[in-house]
Each structure stands twice: as C-alpha cells, then as structure tokens.
C-alpha cells in the first residue's frame, strides 16, 4: 500500500505508512442501522458554584472574569470585544482563560446565564421563554438541552421541583 493511500471501512479509517505503521482513526460520527450517522454529543457539567470566582493572579484574566459577569446576560456577549479591551487576540484570550479558569470563556458564560436561569425559575413566575430571553438565550431549544446537560432536568421540571415555601 503507498503512503497516500487510505483504507476506509464503514466503522474505522487506517492509514499505512510504507507498510510499517498503521494508524486507526475513530470516526466523528456513530454510525447508525438506516438512519445515517448520528454525531456523538459531549456532555458537559459545569464547576461547582465557587469555581466560577477563581483567584488569578493573571490582571487580564481577573478584567476578562469582571466583564464576562458584567455582560453575561446580554444576548450578544461577545468574546471579541474583550479580547480588543485587553489589547489581546481572541484565540490568545481564550488559551490563558482556559489555563487559569479552566475552562473556555464561551463555557463561562454559559454556565453563569444557566445558573441565573435556575434562580429565576425557582423564584420567579416567568414562562421559561421569558427566562430564555432574559439570560440571553435567543433558541428555546438550545436553552433546554444546555439547561438540562447543566442540571439533569428541564427548565419546567426544575420548577415542578422546587419545593413551595
């Protein structure tokens, strides 16, 4: 086999090199009986609440996690922008973010706007469109399935869940 040649199966690919090294490369994609293929999805959870303030002694960093709280619940909180305030590229802001928080700026914000979803549906009487709305969600469906990989429930079964003071 030449060293250009590629070998694909239906469930993995191997690329031989001169013979000698063979390499197995797993599919993006879980392959499915007559339905296609099915893209895998990470499951992401979040931190614990307290990791959401960590202490940096990074001065960019702590800027970055002041204006990512400040802005958070607006609909176009842009990664962008604060990287331009910080006089840093975005791709540079989002690598040292993720060294010192531990995890991506985008992430971050998630996580803040689905944990203030959680205290408004817990103490408020707003339908859980207006609570998408107000967090800065803009696709109900989206809200939903990040709400409930967040907090194993959805939005309306977490409020059937809080218990009545």
Do not use: W
Request: proline share 6%; glycine share 4%.
């Amino acid at each position: 086999m030449a060293c250009s040649e590629f070998v694909n199966c239906s469930v993995r690919s191997e690329i031989s090199v001169s013979g000698c090294i063979k390499v197995r490369v797993q599919p993006r994609h879980r392959v499915s009986r007559g339905f296609g293929a099915i893209p895998l999805r990470r499951t992401t959870f979040a931190p614990a609440p307290q990791d959401l303030n960590p202490q940096t002694s990074d001065p960019r960093i702590r800027l970055a996690l002041t204006l990512l709280q400040k802005n958070a619940m607006a609909p176009s909180a842009r990664i962008s922008e604060i990287a331009e305030e910080l006089h840093i590229s975005s791709s540079h802001l989002r690598h040292i973010f993720k060294r010192e928080v531990g995890m991506t700026p985008t992430h971050y914000v998630k996580v803040l706007r689905l944990q203030e979803a959680k205290k408004l549906l817990e103490n408020t009487l707003l339908s859980v469109k207006e609570v998408m709305a107000a967090v800065g969600f803009s696709d109900l469906s989206h809200f939903v399935r990040d709400y409930k990989a967040q907090y194993g429930v959805t939005p309306s079964q977490s409020r059937t869940l809080t218990p009545d003071e």
